[in-house]
């Protein structure tokens, strides 16, 4: 299984490395939903270093969807994805290797926007220990599950509008715990023992151990 | 009564009301084609 | 009498149980000191809300047996489509009965109350649930696929109720949502009460039944659609 993981992983991220789609497309929307918050808040500008943490997590969510479609568009192309069934890859490996792939590419992301917040929105940050703990388990969960709906829609003609309907209402909670962990963190209130780092840590576990144990049935044909 | 309570009950009735209808209507459409299909399945029989 | 004729005797039994209670809870019953009139949404709202959430709790059942290779069978699959969809028109009737009755009650359509909140996401779970149905055309990926997004909507559940009873109540001081029932409720007004979660639950078999069966004849034709078109192009089967 984590051979398997590996090398979807590897090849994964060799092939955005070529590409660079996440670099060249992905990381510009990211800056461009950054500058529009900031219209969309044009009376109070004060009011971004507020609403920071919200903001973080609906970017994140909306970068996730794209990594995930792009992740996932790579093998739809010549049914590449009946290819790595036929080379006898572990369906729990290639699900594994799939959200390692993007959680690196969202890492990234992330610390990118992170960067953008501070210096766009004037936000002090610290606890950046908490802050990227609680980004990267946030992420995961919202990966685990979009991981599994990516694969099971990305076949149907109707892929890119699907996709957002299904994920965004299951990861409603990530959004919601995350938004509340990164405020506690800046208020610099609750550490790593604050209750809703925990529902992080529950959801991702949670959908992880579902994602492994199902995404046989999600490929099968 | 108040306005509220008639909007509610006739909410329940309409929502409740027309989801029935069009379970109705579909099923009596599909059994008929059933139907159809059958007679048509045994017509070219009688003519061979 | 045939299967056809119980279903149709059924769904008049329900029809019948219903007109009851709108007949109880409209005018026989009195109305409430605190709330007047306005009481008399509780034979509906309530009874609404426990059947969308039952018909949720048969969908993530069935999904599950049919995810189990022992129970395996397709009838699963139609039960929990039928079930959703089902549930969904409830859903959809009990944040309209809850937003009519919360107007007067505390002044606006809506609030982010967590049971609130919980159950418009409730909502918009299953519609995915039902547009990915929609759009998979293989119907053994379809029902694999449903029952997984199913399984994820099931675990889904608990913990966005539990995250939204924690953003309300570690953040915001005493919510307007105290519309508690009165918790003196007696004679008729118990007995409506009850009819109502009867007959609603009633109207919600009927359902289920006619759209399981709409589901399975829709089934055949297409199976048969298929054996047709070899027909044409193979000759006899």
């Known amino acids: ?221 | 009564m108040n306005g509220y309570v008639e909007a509610g009950y006739a909410a329940v009735t309409a929502g409740l009301g027309s989801y029935a209808i069009w379970l109705s209507v579909k099923s009596r459409r599909l059994r008929e084609a059933f139907v159809r299909v059958k007679v048509d399945d045994e017509a070219p029989k009688q003519g061979e | 009498m045939n299967r056809r004729r119980w279903v149709a005797v059924f769904g008049a039994f329900a029809l019948t149980t219903v007109a009851i209670t709108y007949v109880m809870g409209l005018w026989v019953t009195p109305p409430d000191v605190f709330q007047g009139n306005l009481v008399r949404l509780i034979y509906v709202h309530p009874a609404v809300a426990w059947v969308a959430y039952l018909a949720y709790g048969v969908t993530s059942l069935s999904s599950i047996a049919y995810l189990w290779k022992k129970t395996r069978n397709y009838k699963w699959d139609l039960l929990a489509a039928s079930s959703t969809e089902v549930g969904v028109v409830f859903t959809a009737l009990t944040l309209i009965t809850g937003s009519i009755w919360g107007r007067p009650t505390w002044g606006v359509w809506w609030t982010w109350d967590a049971r609130l909140t919980t159950t418009a996401l409730l909502l918009v779970l299953y519609l995915g649930y039902l547009a990915l149905r929609r759009v998979t055309e293989d119907r053994e990926q379809r029902a694999k696929r449903g029952a997984v997004a199913a399984l994820i909507a099931f675990i889904d559940v608990p913990i966005v109720h539990q995250s939204v009873v924690w953003w309300k109540t570690l953040h915001q001081s005493a919510t307007v949502f105290n519309a508690d029932l009165n918790p003196k409720i007696h004679g008729e007004m118990a007995w409506t009460l009850l009819l109502g979660f009867l007959s609603f639950t009633a109207v919600y078999l009927w359902m289920v039944i006619k759209r399981y069966e709409i589901a399975k004849a829709e089934m055949a034709a297409e199976e048969q659609g298929i054996e047709e078109a070899i027909r044409e192009r193979v000759g006899s089967l």
Do not use: C
């Open chain 1, 1 to 221: 299984m984590f051979k398997a993981a590996k090398v979807i992983a590897v090849k994964d991220l060799r092939i955005e490395l070529r590409s660079k789609v996440v670099l060249n497309q992905i990381l510009p929307f990211v800056a461009v939903v950054l500058i529009i918050f900031a219209f969309a808040f044009n009376k109070y500008p004060a009011l971004l270093v507020t609403v920071a943490p919200g903001l973080y997590w609906v970017t994140a969510l909306f970068s996730s969807l794209l990594a995930l479609q792009r992740s996932f568009s790579l093998e739809s192309e010549n049914n590449a994805k009946d290819a790595l069934i036929l080379y006898g890859l572990d369906p729990a490996g290639i699900y594994i290797g799939k959200v390692i792939a993007v959680l690196v590419e969202m890492v990234l992301l992330e610390v990118f926007l992170t960067l953008g917040i501070v210096f766009l929105y004037s936000t002090h940050l610290h606890e950046l220990a908490d802050l990227a703990f609680s980004s990267i388990v946030g992420t995961l969960g919202i990966l685990a599950v979009g991981v599994t709906f990516s694969a099971m829609t990305s076949a149907s003609k109707a892929k890119e509008t699907i996709l957002p309907l299904l994920l965004l209402p299951v990861v409603a909670p990530v959004l919601l715990s995350g938004t509340k962990a990164w405020e506690n963190e800046i208020a610099g209130k609750a550490g790593l023992g604050d209750p809703w780092v925990g529902l992080l840590i529950l959801f991702a576990a949670a959908f992880l151990a579902l994602g492994t144990l199902t995404f046989g049935s999600v490929l099968e044909e």
